[in-house]
């Protein structure tokens, strides 16, 4: 395989290009929720009639009607199965 000569210039040229394009689309996003307080407000969505979930900086939810459910927090997490139980791990 020949090796060809590149010069330094092209190489930093694409390489801001690559760049600006990858940054292209969070400097046109809107910013954040923002609380009071300065902190990231929480998030959550869901598919009306499926699932369903929560997130925030304390943690995370989620559930599937009629199936499995479960959360978790920097200390643990617990699960629950309908008809086999639930479990929690963690304090």
Known sequence: MALTKMSLTAVFLTGAAAAAI???PVAAAE??????????????GSIPGGPG???GWGGASGGVPNGPSG??????ATGCIPYVGCYTVGR
């Not at 954040?32 to 300065?38: E, F, M, Y």
């Open 22 to 24: 990858v940054a292209a």
């Open 53 to 55: 979930g929560t997130a």
């Open 31 to 44: 910013p954040g929720c923002v609380n009071a307080d300065g902190s990231q407000c929480g998030v959550s």
């Open 71 to 76: 959360s978790a927090w920097p200390g643990g």
